[in-house]
């Protein structure tokens, strides 16, 4: 399975920016998918995830009320609407993904995730 990450740019605090996750080798819909992000100096960690069906989605705490991930079926993207930018959101924005056999589940840890895209900037200024 191959992501391709894009959207990220450069965004005042307060904005809104749309990151996308297109899949190829296989559908979405065999894969959870979860978005991570690195700032400089510290660890990957994790912001958001879909299941398989879509059904179920988990979010790290200081991204709820903000983000909303969502999948599009029929582009074979995963997509991170990111709204109400925060200067502490500025990371490199990583997509990643595996096979799950079950259907909602979602993954928390880069542990637990095979698949990954080669990470898109997102710069929020304050």
């Known amino acids: 399975v191959q992501l391709q990450a894009y959207g990220g740019g450069l965004v005042q605090a307060g904005g809104s920016l749309r990151l996308s996750c297109a899949a190829s080798?296989?559908?979405?819909?065999?894969?959870?998918t979860g978005w991570f992000r690195q700032a400089p100096g510290k660890e990957r960690e994790f912001v958001a995830a879909?299941?398989?069906?879509?059904?179920?989605?988990r979010y790290t705490d200081s991204v709820k009320g903000r983000f909303t991930i969502s999948r599009n079926k029929a582009k074979n993207t995963i997509t991170l609407q990111m709204n109400s930018l925060k200067s502490e959101d500025t990371a490199v924005y990583y997509c990643?993904?595996?096979?799950?056999?079950?259907?909602?589940?979602?993954?928390?840890?880069?542990?637990?995730?095979?698949?990954w895209g080669q990470g898109t900037l997102v710069t929020v200024s304050s």
């Open positions: 879909i299941s398989r069906d879509g059904y179920v989605t």
């Open positions: 990643a993904s595996n096979y799950a056999r079950l259907m909602n589940i979602v993954r928390e840890s880069p542990d637990e995730y095979q698949n």
């Open positions: 080798g296989s559908t979405v819909t065999m894969q959870t």
